[in-house]
């Protein structure tokens, strides 16, 4: 089965400062495909490059078997390749509706952002009671709730998500994971990068371990879980 999206020999950095060397990986549609790797590791560089946010210096970037490492970021939108950046990024100052009114600025978006809108809103109850109040004054899960449906609405074909649960309490966090398989129900496929390992691999159905710029382990979820490799680097035994 040919893949979805398809990382060929990456390489990129910021200047002079290389820190992927060589990536390689693939996404399946309607899966969810994990990245893991402890800080430092080159997760979000990878996926701001997939993004278009940096520069293919060297390899492939290919969406549906077209290459699309030339492509601008916006361009990279319309065409279904959406990032959740880590940290959110929610605009404090408008307000939920408006930030998830945003996410649909692309033009095949834009045609059905009424439709996507009440979906985004089933999903996530708590944004709909939220929809007048001001971004910047939710809390922590609630921007990232928002974030996950401010993605949705631009109606992506694959699904970025980086650090989805980073700053989060356990609670919130554990909620944030069990609503993610949910999001293929879009029709979408999603790419995760992570550091709770545990629970990423529950939900994966393959994952990729970056170590230094490079790719290490790979496999489905459960093998990476049940890898000694694995356990003794990220799961404490």
């Known amino acids: ?106 033009v095949r978006a834009r045609a059905h952002s009424d439709d996507t809108l009440k979906t985004v809103m089933a999903l996530f109850p708590r944004l709909e009671e939220r929809k007048s109040q001001y971004a910047g004054t939710l809390s922590g899960g609630e921007q990232q709730m928002l974030a996950l449906g401010r993605g949705l609405m631009a109606m992506p074909r694959v699904l970025l998500l980086d650090e989805p649960t980073l700053g989060l309490a356990p609670g919130i966090a554990k909620q944030i994971f069990s609503t993610i398989p949910e999001l293929l129900d879009f029709g979408l496929s999603i790419l995760i990068a992570e550091q709770d390992v545990r629970s990423t691999l529950k939900i994966a159905d393959y994952g990729y371990v970056l170590e230094n710029g490079l790719v290490g382990i790979t496999g489905d979820g459960e093998s990476l879980v049940r890898s000694p490799l694995v356990a003794q680097a990220f799961l404490g035994h």
């Open 1 to 106: 089965m040919t893949a979805l999206l398809e990382i060929n020999d990456l390489g990129t950095g910021y200047g002079d400062v290389k820190v992927l060397h060589g990536v390689s990986i693939a996404l399946e549609k309607g899966k969810v495909t994990a990245v893991l790797g402890a800080n430092g590791a080159g997760k979000t560089t990878l996926f701001r490059t997939i993004a278009g946010l940096l520069p293919c210096m060297s390899g492939r970037v290919r969406f549906q078997g077209e290459d699309i490492g030339v492509l601008a970021s916006h361009k990279r939108v319309e065409k279904g390749v959406v990032l959740v950046p880590e940290g959110r990024l929610v605009f404090p100052d408008l307000t939920v509706a408006e930030n998830l009114r945003l996410g649909a600025i692309n």
